[in-house]
């Protein structure tokens, strides 16, 4: 499967953005994605993950409440919904995809998209 990410760029604290993630080749909808973030000089992070049907979804502690995972199967997108941006959020967003259920470890995801830039302006 490949995976291309999407709707990065530059907003201001308190600022919304939404990023999605295409998937193309093996689309059988039986993947569960995840995002993960990297910032200059720091490892990858988990951010969110949703399972291959959408039941199960988990957020790191930094962003739960703020950000939204969710899928649509039918167009083989994933998306994350951020809200109330703010300068810790700056990083490199990447997808992720691995089989059915969900994972937060960056080794456990087996594809992975090129990345989007997210930076948060003060």
């Known amino acids: 499967v490949q995976l291309q990410a999407s709707g990065g760029g530059l907003v201001q604290a308190g600022d919304s953005l939404r990023l999605s993630c295409a998937a193309s080749g093996d689309t059988s909808s039986n993947y569960a994605m995840g995002w993960f973030r990297q910032s200059p000089g720091k490892e990858r992070d988990f951010v969110a993950a949703i399972s291959w049907n959408g039941a199960s979804r988990d957020y790191s502690d930094s962003v739960k409440g703020r950000f939204t995972i969710s899928r649509d199967n039918a167009l083989n997108t994933v998306y994350l919904q951020m809200n109330s941006l703010n300068v810790e959020d700056t990083a490199v967003y990447y997808c992720?995809?691995?089989?059915?259920?969900?994972?937060?470890?960056?080794?456990?995801?087996?594809?992975w998209g090129q990345g989007t830039l997210v930076t948060v302006s003060s």
């Open positions: 992720a995809a691995r089989w059915f259920q969900i994972a937060t470890m960056a080794d456990e995801y087996g594809y």
